[in-house]
């Protein structure tokens, strides 16, 4: 099924992705109201909340250039060294334009 | 029924301030997207409009790569879904504290529930801190960026000629990556990071697109499900909350 790009059209897919990403938004806390919080759940909640993190962040430095591996890889090293975001982040950012840029100037 | 978190308000606004920073970055992105929307056909006001209720970055440029004279709609809807299934369990993550609120609000708030203001509050809760007004707070200020910079973006094109050469495309990683070293760190959350690790990759080489993320996470999840710790200290102080 296809939707043509009209006026209306868009509007009616702007409207079914709005629809699809609530569910998303909603879903997984409407599916736990119907889950007995124990504690075995709770450690399930805790390990698999940090984990969406690993598992977004693992594949984006294995497809990313070297650029992308140096941003992560710095913001990895001074968050564990000084435990401060922002410097930690601020060096990751420079990291990857740095080696972007010298790299882009050895090629 | 009464519901035993009450929303702080004025914490509310200091979270909206505390991710203020990383919204100028939301800001290129969004005009990124802007850029992107027009190119692809769409007036601005529909791409204001997509950025105003859907509110998902990643998803939004995914749609818009698939729009032509006509857009298939399964397609779409799947790819819009995989993209966004992890906020089904960034969402579930939340469930401990959201339970102490009434349902209007908290399916309200959930409506602003994205990548940046949940991973402040996962990590918060980790260290025992029950902190929902960052998903609102945060969420409000990381949703005004992104309409602004779509605004932006459609009126005025992309605001940098190359964002990525400036580092700009992994400011989001960069984020994440802090906010999850941030976090309490035991052999158990390491064994649980690197199945994580391993079942996101497989996932991303062989698995359909879009998919690793929820694989990786239920991965590591099921760690913990299985591998108890003797006490977390963020669920006993919940538990102390709510006996008050």
């Given amino acids: 099924m296809t939707i043509e790009t009209t006026t209306a059209g868009i509007l009616a897919l702007i409207a079914i992705m709005t629809l699809v990403t609530v569910v998303t938004r909603f879903g997984g806390v409407f599916l736990m109201s119907f889950v007995t919080i124990n504690p075995r759940i709770?450690?399930?909640?805790?390990?698999?909340?940090?984990?969406?993190?690993?598992?977004?962040?693992?594949?984006?430095?294995?497809?990313?250039?070297?650029?992308?591996?140096a941003a992560l890889v710095v913001t990895a090293v001074i968050m564990l060294a000084t435990r401060k975001p922002l410097p930690a982040i601020a060096a990751g950012i420079v990291a990857a334009g740095g080696v972007r840029y010298f790299g882009a100037a050895i090629l | 029924m009464a519901y035993s978190y009450q929303l702080s308000f004025s914490k509310v606004r200091t979270e909206f301030f505390r991710l203020l920073p990383i919204s100028f970055f939301v800001v290129a992105f969004g005009?990124?997207?802007?850029?992107?929307?027009?190119?692809?056909?769409?007036?601005?006001?529909?791409?204001?409009?997509?950025?105003?209720?859907?509110?998902?970055?990643?998803?939004?440029?995914?749609?818009?790569?698939?729009?032509?004279?006509?857009?298939?709609?399964?397609?779409?809807?799947?790819?819009?879904?995989?993209?966004?299934?992890?906020?089904?369990?960034?969402?579930?993550?939340?469930?401990?504290?959201?339970?102490?609120?009434?349902?209007?609000?908290?399916?309200?708030?959930?409506?602003?529930?994205?990548?940046?203001?949940?991973?402040?509050?996962?990590?918060?809760?980790?260290?025992?801190?029950?902190?929902?007004?960052?998903?609102?707070?945060?969420?409000?200020?990381?949703?005004?960026?992104?309409?602004?910079?779509?605004?932006?973006?459609?009126?005025?094109?992309?605001?940098?000629?190359?964002?990525?050469?400036?580092?700009?495309d992994m400011v989001l990683g960069c984020f994440l990556l802090a906010m999850a070293l941030g976090g309490k760190k035991s052999p158990r959350i390491l064994v649980a990071w690197t199945i994580a690790a391993v079942s996101s990759l497989a996932a991303w080489k062989w698995l359909p697109p879009n998919t690793h993320v929820v694989v990786g996470a239920l991965a590591g999840g099921a760690i913990g499900f299985f591998w108890l710790e003797k006490a977390s200290p963020a669920a006993s102080e919940a538990g102390e909350e709510r006996q008050t």
């Fill in chain 2, 31 to 168: 005009a990124a997207f802007g850029l992107a929307a027009v190119q692809k056909g769409l007036e601005p006001l529909q791409a204001l409009l997509m950025s105003a209720t859907v509110f998902a970055g990643a998803s939004q440029f995914a749609a818009v790569d698939m729009w032509g004279s006509s857009v298939s709609l399964i397609p779409l809807m799947a790819v819009v879904f995989a993209i966004n299934s992890r906020h089904l369990l960034m969402g579930a993550s939340l469930y401990p504290m959201l339970r102490d609120i009434s349902p209007g609000r908290r399916y309200g708030i959930l409506l602003l529930l994205t990548d940046a203001n949940w991973a402040v509050s996962a990590q918060d809760y980790q260290s025992g801190k029950r902190n929902l007004e960052v998903i609102l707070g945060g969420g409000l200020v990381l949703w005004m960026a992104w309409i602004v910079g779509t605004w932006l973006g459609v009126y005025f094109g992309g605001l940098l000629q190359d964002p990525k050469a400036l580092g700009l």
């Fill in chain 1, 42 to 69: 709770e450690s399930f909640i805790n390990t698999m909340a940090s984990s969406v993190l690993i598992a977004i962040i693992v594949p984006m430095a294995f497809s990313g250039d070297p650029g992308s591996v």
